[in-house]
């Protein structure tokens, strides 16, 4: 009987952690809003550890900032490289190719500080294979100069079934 009820609550035990959510935190990071240029958006490659399961769902969330309370973002992920102009670290792409895709947006009409979540197909797919790019592209602003922040970003998960 005891074996029973050993097997039982080890098999229940695992059976609730492969379903328990994860999480991967991705590396702070900052984008000079004077890159951006029009029709275009600056990509960052983003370092973290890959999780070791397949993922069904992603959600990035975390905190930016910026101190233009003007502007609007657009984001977009990729997970391949998403074009060959590369400039110190950062690359300046077209975000309509067919490997890019939008994953939400931000406005600071409100305040410096704004919650970002994204999510996206390919943002689920760059965290599953350890590449994943995150880009940005300014919708609005009076002034296109200043550091936009992305702080305390971490990928939520869940695990395929």
């Avoid at 379903?19 to 600056?42: E, G």
């Avoid at 999780?51 to 101190?67: D, F, H, I, N």
């Avoid at 296109?144 to 695990?159: D, H, P, Q």
Wanted: proline share 6%; charged share 15%.
């Amino acid at each position: 009987m005891r074996r029973w009820t050993l097997l039982i609550l080890l098999s229940a035990s695992l059976w609730a952690c492969s379903r328990a959510p994860l999480s991967v935190p991705v590396r702070d990071f900052n984008v000079d809003v004077a890159l951006v240029r029009s029709n275009q958006a600056v990509f960052v490659k983003q370092s973290f550890d890959r999780p070791p399961v397949s993922l069904s769902r992603v959600a990035l969330e975390g905190t930016l900032r910026y101190q233009q309370t003007s502007a609007q973002f657009t984001f977009f992920v990729s997970d391949e490289e998403p074009c060959q102009n590369q400039t110190q670290g950062f690359y300046l792409c077209d975000p309509n190719a067919p490997h890019i895709e939008r994953a939400g947006t931000a406005d600071f009409r409100s305040g410096p500080s704004q919650p970002l979540q994204l999510t996206a197909e390919r943002l689920t797919q760059g965290i599953n294979s350890g590449n994943l790019w995150i880009g940005v592209r300014l919708e609005s602003s009076l002034a296109t100069a200043g550091t936009l922040e992305f702080r305390n970003m971490v990928a939520r998960v869940a695990v395929l079934p």
